[in-house]
Nanobody, 115 residues
Framework: QVRLVESGGGLVQAGGSLRLSCAAS????????MGWYRQAPGKQRELVAA???????NYADSAKDRFTISRDNAKNTVYLQMNSLNPEDTAVYYC?????????WGQGTQVTVSS
């Protein structure tokens, strides 16, 4: 069983920064494709950024040039550095880890950006 635990969320003013972390238990992290998703109230969950097991990244248009996803396989952790935050970034942010035979989600961490 794999467990994903997010941390780093909180309340920040517009223009500020946060770094989210997602720590994974188990021994499959390095072979997993990891992603950060978010869900705002009344909206569908959406992809923010993803990083493959090989390190390739892709971003939602809303995240390009502001957010950076990275991973540290030695620490079984994936990060999301978020800069220039605005109120539209307010949401619960979820970590996801996928492989050929599995698909795990974390419990989410709240990010609130005040104007």
């Amino acid at each position: 069983q794999v467990r994903l635990v997010e941390s780093g969320g909180g309340l920040v003013q517009a223009g500020g920064s946060l770094r989210l972390s997602c720590a994974a238990s188990g021994n499959i992290f390095s072979s997993s494709d990891m992603g950060w998703y978010r869900q705002a109230p009344g909206k569908q969950r959406e992809l923010v950024a993803a990083i493959s097991s090989g390190g390739s990244t892709n971003y939602a248009d809303s995240a390009k040039d502001r957010f950076t996803i990275s991973r540290d396989n030695a620490k079984n952790t994936v990060y999301l550095q978020m800069n220039s935050l605005n109120p539209e970034d307010t949401a619960v942010y979820y970590c996801r880890g996928r492989g050929r035979w599995y698909d795990y989600w974390g419990q989410g961490t709240q990010v609130t950006v005040s104007s």
